[in-house]
């Protein structure tokens, strides 16, 4: 049940009351960690992949392309569960991102 409590203290709106309807909260939850696997490996070394990226050389070239645009064209960025205020800009740094 530790599973289910984690998930209830995170997400308490996405856990609902059926069985069938639980698998939200998890998908919830594995969007999270994407988007902290993403801030915390994948941006200072985009060519790392994981084994979940379906392609992985089309994967790193879309990160990629896409930070190195956002980054070129200076555009906010939002992340609602990255530490405070979860806003702000990507910028080129070495051969990754911060």
Known sequence: ???AGSLMAMMPM???????????????ML???AT?????YKMPAPEVTIH???NQQQAVQTREGILAQVAREGDWGAAAHISLPGLGHVNAEGNGFR
């Open 1 to 3: 049940m530790k599973v």
């Open 14 to 28: 996405a856990v609902r009351y059926s069985q069938e309807a639980r698998i939200y909260a998890l998908m919830g």
């Open 31 to 33: 969007i999270i960690a």
């Open 36 to 40: 902290m696997a993403l801030v915390m």
């Open 52 to 54: 979940f990226d379906v």
